[in-house]
């Protein structure tokens, strides 16, 4: 990081007084009768434990200089996103969540190792200060995208499975048959990641960015690491959704040319 | 030898058995009628022929050659199944018509010609660049056919091929498929509710209630 001014530190007092915030919107809804008082309280008192204990690990986690330890805690966060990602989809089928998971290993780990170890240059690679934030925001996004491409290629696989059995029926191969609804899947899982692209500093500012230049970074500094990142997600949410489109793919087909389609379970 | 034969043939549907030990030759140049109440297993045979989903157990060859000798997207060209709802692309009849022509399996540029031709029997004339989508039910039923016949199966496996249409256009229907697999000597199997449409259009009609499984059927 850049020579930093530092951002200001809070105490106590001013999260309270950012609480009165909470608390206004509170009031508001009471005052209306929208009734949602009681789920923002709930909300904005997950919002503190979870980052507390998060901030908490974190202190922890950073301080590891075991690359054992560390791969530990990737594993988890992995198998957390994979399983979000699996959870978030209408649909689901046997070996959803390997194929989730084995995704998200092979795209997020690549990408965060290559902007680590090649792009930023951290040493050692796999200083946890750089690779838990920013895999946590390539899963983040990637999972968004594999749950979009998963659920897009089930659904073109049970519920629109006629068309799919009807270029079968007329010939094609299981992978002429599948090559549309297949890149519709992928073109689906991509449209977040794209938006978000096509808006960014325009619209909204990354919270990464927004962070960086609160801590004082130059803004040029933080829009570089911001490109970095921005790159990153892309190139892991289309890989991932390509990826987890082929484990359909070789999943709910077999080599006879037939859809299995009847593996697709609704939730 | 018989162009397609199906022996002892069994099939189920979501784990009920339906069929069991159909036999069933197929001569060339034969329109074959399969009828049977609904749910008897008509259509979940027919998927079964084309290999789109295993049989529980049976054999099926065409031309003495089973499906794993002719490759399956191979087999399914040959012995093409027209489904019962008309499946067309959100695109032009003729991208519809020409859509097997860009599979490995396929034979050759798409025939425009024989597609109007066929079209025009069918009473579409000059409809080849019309979106499929705006075709009423009964005119997408006859695309479905067409595009079937244009790749030249040995055997069509027509599922209830003439439900949406009128008097007129099953009539042409039935002529247009008679001619094409007696003038190619190919033949059709073909499934109807209509017991009057089988005795007529087919040369002869197989009832499935002789191969019904469980109760009251022979396995």
Redesign the interface.
């Known amino acids: 990081m850049p020579e930093a001014a530092g951002a200001v530190p809070l105490d106590w007092l001013d999260l309270v007084v950012a609480t009165a915030l909470v608390l206004v919107a509170g009031l508001v809804s009471l005052a209306l009768q929208v009734r949602v008082e009681g789920k923002l309280a709930l909300a904005a008192v997950r919002t503190v434990v979870q980052l507390l204990l998060v901030g908490y690990v974190l202190h922890w986690v950073f301080r590891i200089d075991r690359p054992l330890v560390l791969f530990g805690i990737i594993a988890i966060m992995i198998g957390a996103a994979a399983r979000a990602a699996v959870a978030r989809s209408g649909r689901t089928f046997p070996g959803a969540h390997a194929g989730a998971f084995g995704t998200l290993v092979i795209t997020a780990c690549a990408t965060t190792f290559v902007v680590t170890g090649l792009v930023i240059g951290v040493d050692p690679w796999y200083r946890p200060q750089y690779v838990i934030p920013l895999l946590g925001m390539v899963l983040g996004n990637g999972l968004t995208g594999i749950s979009l491409c998963l659920d897009q290629m089930l659904e073109s696989l049970s519920d629109r499975r006629a068309r799919v059995e009807m270029e079968l029926a007329l010939g094609a191969t299981r992978w002429e048959a599948v090559r549309e609804p297949l890149a519709d899947a992928v073109r689906r899982g991509m449209i977040p990641i794209l938006n978000s692209m096509a808006v960014v500093g325009i619209v909204s500012l990354p919270g990464m960015m927004t962070g960086q230049i609160l801590q004082g970074a130059d803004p040029i500094e933080a829009v570089k690491y911001q490109i970095v990142v921005m790159f990153m997600i892309a190139a892991a949410t289309s890989a991932g959704c390509m990826l987890v489109a082929l484990w359909v793919y070789r999943r709910l087909f077999n080599d006879r040319h037939q859809l299995l389609s009847d593996r697709v379970r609704k939730r | 030898m018989a162009l397609f034969e199906v022996r002892d043939l069994a099939v189920s549907a979501?784990g009920v058995p339906l069929l069991a030990g159909v036999g069933l030759a197929l001569e060339p140049g034969e329109a074959v009628g399969v009828v049977g109440p609904s749910g008897s297993g008509k259509t979940t045979l027919l998927r079964a022929l084309?290999?789109?989903?295993?049989p529980v157990r049976g054999e099926v060859t065409l031309r003495g050659r089973g499906?794993a000798d002719w490759g399956?997207?191979?087999w399914?060209?040959?012995v093409?199944?027209?489904?019962q709802?008309p499946?067309l692309?959100d695109d032009t009849v003729r991208q519809n018509l020409a859509?097997?022509f860009?599979?490995?399996?396929?034979l050759g540029a798409f025939p425009e010609e024989r597609a109007k031709r066929a079209l025009a029997e069918l009473g579409l004339d000059d409809r080849l660049d019309q979106a499929a989508p705006t075709l009423s039910e009964g005119q997408q039923q006859r695309v479905?056919l067409v595009?079937?016949l244009l790749?030249e199966p040995d055997v069509l496996l027509l599922d209830e091929p003439t439900s949406a249409l009128d008097a007129r256009a099953v009539r042409a229907v039935e002529a247009l498929v008679t001619r094409d697999v007696s003038e190619r000597g190919a033949a059709a199997l073909v499934v109807t509710h209509d017991a009057e449409q089988a005795e007529r259009w087919c040369d002869r009609v197989v009832d499935l209630a002789r191969f019904a499984a469980g109760e009251g059927g022979r396995a």
């Open positions: 979501g084309a290999l789109l989903s295993d499906p399956y997207p191979e399914r060209r040959r093409s199944l027209v489904a709802r499946e692309l859509r097997p860009g599979y490995r399996t396929s479905s595009r079937a790749v």
